[in-house]
């Protein structure tokens, strides 16, 4: 049994932080990543929880292999709960320092901050006045011939005192503007070793380019990388399969009762070519892991899915390791639940999400943007089972409309997860 973190060994998943006493409580992890501190390499992990290793803990901490450490209480809000996106290890001269960007946190730490703070092992701190207003979906650590920078998208106009559109890079004292940016949102951003930098998102601009909600940034320009484009990109890493390092993604592909499968694709240096493999739900997350029979490189993919390309139960798989597709063991039953279809769809104002339940169960019914933010939670309470109508009046926390555009509905019964994409007109 595991809370919120788990370890990968081989072809099994093992707890971290002493099962259910010490995982992750009271909210979900959304992001994690690796980050060298004074004591050695350790995991960091974000989210929405407030409880860790039985500590109350504030939206982020770190693993050391042995106990959780809180961060000196992490991030606070005076308004609505710190939504904390992204990750990243960084050293802008004096050591690594961890980053954690995102929205509607204005405090770490006891410090004020704007959307972004920084640890450097002791404290927390401001970070060049961070991002008065928006938010910031992805952070990545690039090297784009000018030196290596901390870069960070989302939806922003100003970092700092400086003017940006979407995207900006921090040098270590104060931020940058990249190429006038882009004129829409961005939602992930990868680095490529050597390379140029891509990012993914709703934009048809960058840097005066045209470019259909992908493009890169060589150190100089931005260029179009949105040939072979299919719909929204929504996760973006950097793998190397064997014929060098590129950029990897994942999309969405919408059956027709409404639910989602996964497909990959990869950037070849002049479009994007898919993979021909299906995964059963929606890719939540793309990474980097180690093949346990030939030691190499292999892309990780979790999700929503009940099952791999190989037809095997997972919410894993490794992707171009030993076997072309493996499953990774998790525990697990038949689905208790599962969204049956969102009608009207595409809507121009209220959805109405119907579930079909095979025994009573504890449920939680959310909705995300294309990001993955949390935009409004829409049941969490115990259904009989049977069959239930959820409405959603497309609105998000603060009972604002929400913009139109591509969201995604999330059905979490008894640990087993399921998607469904819903589009709204205005």
């Not at 095997?312 to 030993?322: E, H, L």
């Not at 939680?364 to 949390?374: E, I, K, N, Q, Y």
């Not at 087993?416 to 994409?421: K, M, T, W």
């Amino acid at each position: 049994t595991v809370d919120g973190v788990a370890g990968l060994e081989g072809d099994r998943g093992l707890g971290v932080g002493g099962g259910v006493s010490g995982g992750i409580q009271g909210g979900t992890l959304e992001v994690a990543t690796a980050h060298s501190s004074a004591g050695g390499q350790v995991l960091a992990v974000a989210g929405s929880f407030t409880d860790v290793g039985g500590s109350a803990g504030g939206h982020v901490a770190i693993w050391d292999g042995t106990a959780w450490d809180p961060l000196g209480g992490g991030l606070a809000s005076s308004g609505f709960p710190p939504i904390p996106n992204a990750l990243a290890s960084f050293d802008p001269g004096g050591g690594a320092r961890l980053y954690v960007a995102g929205d509607r946190f204005d405090s770490a730490g006891g410090v004020a901050v704007n959307r972004i703070a920084a640890w450097d092992g002791a404290n927390w701190s401001d970070v060049g006045g961070g991002f008065p207003s928006g938010y910031v979906s992805d952070l990545a650590v690039h090297d784009d011939g000018t030196g290596t920078r901390l870069y960070a998208v989302g939806s922003f106009a100003l970092a700092g005192g400086t003017a940006v559109s979407n995207v900006a890079r921090w040098n270590g004292s104060t931020w940058e503007d990249v190429g006038g940016g882009t004129n829409g949102y961005v939602g992930q951003v990868a680095s490529v070793d050597g390379g140029p930098l891509y990012v993914t998102g709703s934009f048809t601009m960058a840097g005066g380019v045209a470019a259909n909600g992908v493009a890169r940034w060589t150190g100089s320009q931005w260029q179009d990388a949105s040939t072979g484009f299919e719909g929204s990109f929504p996760l973006l890493t950097t793998f190397d399969d064997g014929t060098g390092a590129a950029p990897w993604a994942s999309f969405p592909e919408t059956l027709p009762d409404g639910r989602l499968r996964g497909r990959l694709a990869r950037w070849t240096g002049a479009a994007w070519t898919t993979t021909g493999d299906y995964f059963g739900g929606f890719i939540r997350g793309l990474g980097i892991g180690r093949d346990p029979v030939s030691g190499a490189e292999c892309l990780l993919v979790g999700g929503d899915f009940l099952t791999g390309p190989d037809g095997a139960t997972a919410r894993i798989a490794r992707w171009q390791c030993s076997a072309a597709v493996a499953a990774v063991s998790l525990p697990g039953g038949p689905a208790p639940g599962r969204i049956r279809f969102v009608s009207p769809n595409p809507t121009p104002e209220l959805a109405e999400v119907h579930l079909a339940l095979d025994r009573a169960a504890d449920v939680r019914l959310t909705v995300h943007d294309v990001r993955g933010a949390l935009v409004r939670r829409l049941a969490e309470r115990r259904f009989d089972a049977g069959e239930h109508v959820v409405e959603w009046g497309t609105r998000d926390f603060a009972e604002q409309p929400v913009a139109a555009g591509v969201y995604f509905v999330r059905l979490e019964v008894a640990g087993e997860v399921e998607s469904a994409r819903v589009v709204i007109t205005r």
